[in-house]
């Protein structure tokens, strides 16, 4: 016996054993530690992604306009489906959650600012409005995992875990005229760059070519190079050569431009100073529909002289002296009628329209359509009514409550959907023509017309007096950008008491805002909307 004890004291065998037991549960510890931080790391990468998510979707709607707070809250709490698969804090529970608040203010999980300064990593002031909500904050609401194993280190769970994003939306103009207009319903001491313009769609906007020191109410934006030939092809071009213009934080272009406005006409099929005009081969195309007030002999360039072999104005133009339709009886029509303008603009070269709109830029979108239907297709108010159907048979004004709001775009557009009219000459006096159609850059010669709405272009709306715009600048807030169509060719009609228009003249028809990929499906996209993340 006495043998046995000494052996089996003297045996080391599984002397490990004793050691592993009693590191098993520090093993434990450690696995179980790795195993819920491994968990914990995924659900706040799950939590974060569905911040930016929210971020993202939310800063796509900072548009600036009416609603943009509550749109972007809504986007960020509704339209993404995000979870998260390793909080567990719920059984079955895996949504992640932002809570919807749709007012423009720095409070709550979704706050809107005016701009973030990415150095510092601090958010600006806070928006007051949609306007001014150009940076939103979102913060999801916080989830819990409880550990399966590090509770045997004495912890139960990591506690409420929550991510939060910051975004904002780039935006560019692209491949577009460097247009600009000061707001026309600017106060002369507004001190607001925000202050909103809202004109009706369809109605007319008399733009202006101001003194070379300023743009005035109408003027140009740069974007690489400067100076008249760089403007012009901008204008000119089918595919403007210089990419994008930001949508706001933009630069002025000063000077005395009227030499560019040239470049406009080529839309019209007007061919003036050659390559000053167009300074290439190939790139400034005329609409297909250049419908216009103007006639032409054998010439393509530009003149005054109604006797020219040039474009100029049929020997009886339209002219009214009240803000009224003409006779339906045809007594006063004009041989020639394009697309004219509000009757409160063509009654003068300042026109009335202050004493309807209270603002002698922007007109009531009243022309006289029967006018023009009748001088052009030989219809009465009816008929013209009746004959009027869009691309699915259907007809563009049902009623006479539709009438007033039949706008010259929607016209030119049935009318490039219906061309025999504008495809046909019509001879006038003097021996001249009208044409409805390019004549003098027809299909087959450089360059052609193009399937680009050369008449729809977006202009730059710029509180002028609140930043006190003069020469050149950098940096200049956009308010909005607008689509408009261009009415009618840049020319000086009459002269004296008959005057109705300056060779400095833009006149233009507004569509709407111009919004993200803008444009028919016969043009190119306008703006380019990119929600990105700051943090």
Known sequence: MRRILQGLLADDAGSVAPVV?????????????????????AMDTELQNAADQSALAAAGQLDGETGACARAAAAAAELLTNQTLFANEMAGVRAVNVQNEGTCDATGVIKFYQSYDQVTDTPGAPATGDADAKVVIVRVDPRTSFYALTPVVGALSS?????????????????VPPVMM?????????????F???PPPGAGLRLVINAPDAPGNFGF?????????????????????????RLSGVETQPGDMQSVRAAFNTRFDISENGSTTCPGSGTCSPSTNSRKDLVRGTACALSTNTGTQNWHEALRPYRITTPTPLPTDASADPEVMGYPRDMCHAVSVTGVCSSVTGNAIVGDAEWDRDAYFR??????????????????????????????????????????????????PKAVSGGFTSYGNPICRPPGIEPTPTSIDRRRIPVAVVNCVAQNLRGHRTNVAVRKWLDVFLVEPSIARGSGPS?????G?????????????????????LRHDVPYLIR
């Open 505 to 525: 003249d833009i006149y233009v028809e507004v569509i709407g805002v111009t919004t993200s990929g803008a444009g028919d499906t016969d043009s190119l996209p």
């Open 375 to 424: 001088v052009n297709y030989g219809w009465s108010h009816a008929q013209w009514m009746a004959n009027l159907l869009d691309e699915d048979g259907n007809r563009l004004v049902g009623s006479e409550a539709d009438v007033p709001t039949l706008s010259r775009y929607d016209v030119y557009k049935w009318e490039v959907s219906n061309p025999t009219n504008i495809n046909t």
């Open 196 to 198: 909103d313009f809202d």
């Open 221 to 245: 934006l740069r974007i690489d190079a400067a100076g008249a030939r760089e403007v012009a092809m901008q204008l000119g071009y089918d595919n403007p050569p210089q990419g994008c213009i």
């Open 499 to 503: 005057q109705r228009t300056t060779n």
């Open 159 to 175: 506690g409420p875990l929550a991510a939060e994003a910051v975004a904002s939306l780039g935006s560019g103009v692209c491949k």
């Open 182 to 194: 000061c707001n026309p319903d600017e106060p002369d001491d507004n001190t607001d760059v925000n």
């Open 21 to 41: 037991g009693l590191s098993l549960i520090a093993l434990i510890a450690v696995g179980g530690i790795a195993f819920d931080y491994a968990r914990v790391a």
